[in-house]
């Protein structure tokens, strides 16, 4: 079965009725847990971007206590575990505010861990790709969000 064109969707879906969009919003959540967690953050945390700006901080945060810093090994694994959570819910929201807030909190963190740890040349490749995430996410933004983020990435480059 090949899969429609989102213009071919838009149009299908623009002609059913509210009560069929209902039906099939539930029952497409039924089916994967990203669906389901993108229709949570569509319906309940979309109007608020500060508020899920620090429940996804919570998380990483929490993450990040769980990191086994007896080997660079499990460290680089668990960098990659948090930034892949964190790059899930950076693409629920499409904002680039909250890619530079998360991304930025994530460079920040990286950089309080032990020196051992960081001088690892795969963990400071992982740091170095964050960045320029960073850099490409500011480019988007207005002029005046652009200077206030430049200072904090001018930081994170030190």
């Given at each position: 079965?090949k899969?429609?064109?989102i213009n ?5 879906l ?5 009560a069929k969009l209902?039906?099939l919003?539930?029952r497409?959540?039924r089916?994967?847990k ?8 569509l319906l309940?945390?979309?109007h608020?971007t ?7 901080i919570?998380e990483?945060?929490?993450?990040f ?13 668990t960098?990659r575990?948090?930034l892949r ?5 950076i693409?629920?929201?499409?904002s680039?505010?909250v ?10 963190t990286v950089?309080q ?6 001088t ?12 320029k995430k960073?850099?490409?996410a500011?480019a ?8 206030d ?10």
């Amino acid at each position: 079965m090949k899969a429609a064109t989102i213009n071919e969707l838009k149009q299908e879906l623009l002609n059913e009725k509210p009560a069929k969009l209902v039906e099939l919003c539930i029952r497409l959540a039924r089916f994967k847990k990203e669906n389901k967690e993108l229709l949570t953050y569509l319906l309940f945390e979309a109007h608020d971007t500060e508020a899920y700006i620090k429940s996804v901080i919570q998380e990483m945060d929490s993450n990040f206590e769980t990191i086994n810093k007896s080997n660079a090994y499990f460290v680089k694994k668990t960098l990659r575990k948090i930034l892949r959570i964190t790059n899930k819910f950076i693409r629920y929201s499409g904002s680039d505010i909250v890619a530079t807030e998360l991304l930025i909190h994530f460079c920040k963190t990286v950089q309080q861990m032990d020196r051992s740890i960081t001088t690892n040349q795969v963990i400071i490749n992982i740091y170095q790709n964050q960045l320029k995430k960073i850099n490409k996410a500011i480019a988007a933004m207005h002029e005046d969000l652009q200077y206030d983020y430049l200072k904090e990435v001018k930081d994170l480059s030190n």
